[in-house]
Each structure stands twice: as C-alpha cells, then as structure tokens.
C-alpha cells in the first residue's frame, strides 16, 4: 500500500466526536428528568424507572459492541472486500467494551434500588422471592453475586477476544507477517462460539430477567441476530459518512455497499424469523407462565407498537433492501440503516417496558406509552451519544482500513473496476 495514502479519520471526526459529546450529555440528563418526573408520576418509582430507561441504552450500545466482535470474526474466517474494507469501523467498535464495562456500573447499581414496592428488576426484591416459589426456585441463579459475577466474566471473555483479533491486525500493519491472516482466521471459530454462548447468557441476565416468570429458549437468538443487526446498520452509517471525506470517498466502493446490504436484508429477516418463531409458539403453546409476556403487549395501546415494529422493522426495510440499485448508493442504503438502528431502539422498549413489576399491573395503557417512549429514547440517545464519542475517539487512533493486509489493493481494485 503507498506510504502517503495512509487513510487516517478525516478532521470532521473530531467535530462530530465532539459533537456527540455534547448532544449524549443533553439528552441523557434530558433522560433522567424525564425519567425520574414520569416514573413518579406513573407510580412505577421514579429511579427505578430512570434505569429501568438507562438499561435500553447500555443494551444497544453493548450490542453494537458484541454483534461488532461477531462480524469481525466471521469477516476473518469468510474474507471477502466487504469484510477487508469495513474491519476498522467493527474493530474500532469491539475497543468500546471496557468503556461498556463502565456503562454496566449504574446497572449493577439498580439492582440495589427499591422505590416504593418496585424494582427493576424482581428477583432482587428479597420479600417477592419468598413469596414466590418460582422466584425460590431461581434464586440460586438469579441472585445479585452470581448477577455481578456472570456480567464480569462477559465482558472480560469479549474484551480478551476482541484484544487478541485487534492486536494482530495492528501487528500486520506493521509487519505484513502472512502467519498472522492465518492466526486471526483460527481464532474466529473460537470467537463466534464464546460470542454466542456470552451473548444468550447476557440477554437472560439483562433482558429477559427482568419477567423472571418468563421464559423463552429463543430469546437468546432473538438478542444475538438483533446485536449484529445493530452493528451491521451502524457500520453502514458510519462507512456512508467516511465516503463524503478524503481518503475514504476512493476507498468504499458501490460493490462494497452492496454486499453490506446484502447482508442487512440477511439480518432483517433472520431477526424477523427467530421473532415470529418465538411469537408463534407461544401463542400456539397458550401456557400460564409464557402468554403474559405477550398479552401485555397486545392490550392497551402496545399492539400499536408491536404493529410499527412489524412495518418498519421488518416489511420496510425488507422491501427496500431488494432493491440492488438501492444497496448500491451509500446514501439510499444509509436510510435503511438509521431505520433500523431507530427502530432497534423501538424494539428494546417494546421488549422492557411493560415488564409486569414495574408497573404493578397486568397491562400498559395508552398513558404508559409516553411514560415509557420519552425516557427511553432520550435515555438512549444520551447512552448512545457517549458511546459515539469514545467510539470516534477509538477511530482515530488507527488507520481505517487494514494496510498490512495482501488482499486490500486487489479488493479496492477489483471493486473500482466492477463499478
């Protein structure tokens, strides 16, 4: 690769990381506001609802984290241009999960907040747990240790995998050593596994323990394909916005884009079949302990919601993603992209907010929508604000695309040429 054309983040990185900075600030205390005056207005607890809000933007931002560290390693075993020109933009996001390891801090902190007979989480309550035998019975599971523990040993298992693929690629700028495309590609197998397994683990700890009487053994499907579906989405965005400044506007290639859509349309439906699935038997399967979870949100103006998921989560994106013109204009296909990481957000709230303890009832009506809408993407967009800054901050500091790779001139090539 030619020494002058060293492809470091343009200047408008530092405006807009900056930027990011002050708009994350804003919208969080916004969040927290807001949070804390609706909670206590709902009778939901004001500070259990301002983490009960928080926890939507720790869940996105982490899961463009690992869903980042999972496409980074497929990208390593499959090669391909898409996976050599869009490897620092994923690499550049598996560097923010110690600063997620901080972001878990006011989670752990929640499990020690009770407010008026709530929390956020049930199974902390020790006076629900034993009136409750279910929650007895899961008590040597969920319980705060075990809870803290388990969150540790994700973080510590991602960040170590993350650390090895991000230092060899560093390794290869510097060296071009061939016997390292070959360590990275060994390694993948053992990423995607440790990914997959954490991943289910952290979504029952985080999500679906916030109903600790309901459960679901595609639920950590239904997390994992939503994680690479945020990470896929973001990328695209941040690879549209890198295209508009030297040196990356000769970088990214139409064909490039391409193959990313392609596999957002993946995503889009492989998130939309493990939904569906899990939807499907449930409501066929029609047990005490499983259609709450979905009854609650199929009354009192959520079926509304769950309706706009439908739409602009699935059908949308689906149609617009077959079109092959479409996926190869970078701004067409950025559209898509922000759609779905918009309504990633959409979905999570769906997901956690009309959980049956917080709200103390059966059923969330149309005044719960607000209660729970505005915190929460407030929340999310403060959260994801902050993360963005670290996440500029972390593209800095190498160049953006992999110099030391042997494919990388043939694949920039090769895509001109088909363009």
Not at 37 to 59: D, E, H, I
Request: glycine letters at 8%.
């Amino acid at each position: 690769m030619d020494a002058t054309h060293r492809y470091t983040a343009p200047d408008a990185v530092a405006r807009y990381r900056s930027l990011a900075l002050l708009a994350g600030g804003d919208f969080l205390v916004a969040g927290v506001v807001l949070a804390y005056t609706l909670g206590s207005y709902a009778g939901y607890g004001g500070f259990v609802q301002v983490f009960r809000s928080y926890l939507v933007g720790f869940f996105f931002c982490t899961g463009i984290a690992v869903g980042s560290l999972a496409w980074l390693s497929l990208g390593h075993m499959t090669g391909g241009a898409w996976a050599l020109t869009s490897r620092r933009l994923f690499e550049a996001a598996t560097r923010t999960l110690p600063f997620c390891l901080v972001l878990f801090i006011p989670v752990v902190v929640s499990l020690f907040v009770h407010e008026g007979g709530r929390s956020l989480y049930e199974w902390t309550d020790a006076a629900r747990v034993a009136g409750d035998e279910a929650l007895k019975h899961k008590q040597p599971y969920l319980n705060i240790p075990f809870f803290v523990v388990r969150g540790v040993i994700y973080f510590a298992a991602w960040f170590f995998l993350a650390n090895l693929l991000n230092r060899w690629s560093a390794e290869q700028d510097t060296t071009g050593d061939p016997r390292l495309r070959r360590k990275m590609q060994d390694i993948s197998g053992v990423v995607i596994l440790v990914v997959g397994l954490t991943a289910t683990f952290a979504a029952f700890d985080w999500g679906m323990s916030l109903e600790p009487h309901w459960f679901s053994t595609i639920y950590g499907l239904i997390v994992l394909s939503g994680w690479g579906l945020s990470a896929l989405a973001f990328v695209i965005t941040v690879a549209t916005f890198l295209r508009h400044h030297e040196p990356m506007n000769d970088a990214y290639q139409p064909l490039h884009f391409h193959d990313w859509g392609k596999l957002l349309l993946t995503l889009v439906m492989l998130y939309a079949y493990f939904a569906f699935s899990q939807f499907l038997i449930t409501w066929a399967g029609n047990l005490p302990e499983e259609i709450p979870f979905y009854l609650r949100r199929l009354h009192g103006g959520w079926q509304a919601v769950g309706l706009a998921i439908i739409l602009f989560h699935f059908a949308l994106p689906f149609a617009l993603l077959l079109s092959r013109q479409r996926k190869r204009e970078p701004s067409r296909l950025r559209r898509v992209a922000i759609l779905m990481l918009f309504m990633r957000v959409f979905d999570l709230v769906f997901f956690f907010a009309p959980s049956v303890h917080a709200g103390g009832e059966a059923e969330f009506g149309a005044r719960d929508l607000l209660t729970n809408f505005v915190p929460m993407f407030s929340m999310a967009l403060g959260v994801g604000g902050i993360w963005l800054w670290y996440y500029f901050g972390q593209l800095q500091t190498r160049p953006l695309l992999p110099l030391g790779a042997p494919e990388l001139e043939e694949a920039i090539a090769a895509a001109a040429e088909h363009h």
